[in-house]
């Protein structure tokens, strides 16, 4: 039983812009340092992060892609600072949804023709819909998808 005073466990839907923003935070040309606060907030009333399988692909691609050498010939992480930040992603309270179905594959299919979103975000709005979850982004498109 609750109690009175007692918060909801928080949980929040986190796709790759989100987290990345939050990772790389001074690390690159980032608006995005408000999704510091977000984290925190769940970091300090254990709450919990979901996220769909692909996610770890697609964030490690982020990390790939800061390492590897930008126009300018100067990688904006090194490899250890890349190590480092996937350690800090490791220890996260990161939930990873199992292989989705084909019942879930299909509605993801449904909601990336509705709203004319890659079938990758519309895993991410999926999965909030599913558990009925705030989905933080900064992905234009999925931004749209929420209003």
């Not at 907030?41 to 390492?67: A, D, H, R, S, T």
């Not at 890349?82 to 909601?111: N, V």
């Amino acid at each position: 039983m609750q109690e009175e005073n007692s918060k909801p466990f928080p949980c929040i839907v986190a796709d790759t812009s989100f987290m990345a923003s939050y990772l790389l935070n001074g690390l690159c040309d980032d608006e995005f340092s408000d999704c510091i606060k977000d984290v925190e907030y769940i970091l300090e009333n254990n709450g919990q992060f979901y996220v769909p399988q692909l996610f770890w692909y697609e964030i490690y691609n982020v990390l790939l892609y800061k390492v590897r050498k930008n126009k300018g010939g100067t990688p904006v992480l090194t490899k250890s600072n890349a190590m480092d930040i996937m350690y800090d992603l490791q220890m996260l309270p990161i939930y990873t949804e199992p292989q989705a179905d084909s019942e879930i594959r299909s509605r993801i299919f449904d909601l990336a023709v509705e709203y004319n979103l890659s079938y990758y975000d519309a895993s991410y709005l999926e999965l909030s819909r599913r558990y009925n979850l705030v989905l933080k982004t900064y992905d234009e498109d999925l931004k749209k998808a929420l209003s």
